[in-house]
C-alpha cells in the first residue's frame, strides 16, 4: 500500500473496529506517539498501542466518519495527512457527534508505511469555517 492507501486503512479499521488491522499499521517504534482528544489519552511507544486500541474498539459502537477535507503528503520515506471529519459513533454507550481535526506521520519500515505519530482534537461546532473569536 502507499501511504494514502495506509490512511485510508487506518481510518476504515477504525470504524470497522478491526483491532488487528489498527495495530498492523502501527509502528512498534518506541518513538510512535498517539495523542487523543481527553486528558490523559496519549501513548507513547509502539509496544503500548495494542491496549489502546483494544479499549477502543471496545468502547465504540456505531461509528462513522464523514472527511470534510483529507490531504495526504508523502516523500521518499516519510509521508503526513491532515484531516477534518465528522464522527458520527456510540462511545460507552453514548450517542455523540464530534468535529475531529487530526495529523499525523507516518514512515516507511522495510518497505511499508506505518503510523509514527497520530494527534486528534475535537474542535468547537460554534465556529464558522476560517473564523476566530
Known amino acids: 500500500m502507499n ?3 495506509t490512511v485510508h486503512a487506518y481510518f476504515d479499521a477504525l470504524t470497522a473496529g478491526n483491532t488487528q488491522q489498527l495495530i498492523d499499521l502501527i509502528s512498534q517504534a518506541s518513538h510512535f506517539t498517539k495523542i487523543g482528544t481527553d486528558e490523559n489519552e496519549f501513548i507513547e511507544g509502539g509496544e ?8 477502543h474498539v471496545a468502547s465504540t459502537e456505531d461509528f462513522t466518519i464523514e ?3 483529507l490531504d495526504i503528503q508523502e516523500r521518499d520515506l516519510v509521508a503526513w495527512f491532515y484531516t477534518r471529519q465528522i464522527w458520527d459513533l456510540r462511545w460507552q454507550g453514548v450517542e455523540e457527534k464530534l468535529i475531529v481535526r487530526m495529523t499525523g506521520v507516518l514512515e516507511k519500515e522495510a518497505g511499508t508505511w506505518k503510523f509514527v505519530q497520530i494527534h486528534a482534537s475535537i474542535g468547537s461546532p460554534n465556529l464558522i ?3 476566530y473569536p
Open 67 to 69: 472527511f470534510s477535507h
Open 3 to 5: 501511504a494514502r492507501e
Open 48 to 55: 503500548n498501542a495494542l491496549g489502546y486500541y483494544r479499549h
Open 129 to 131: 469555517e476560517g473564523e
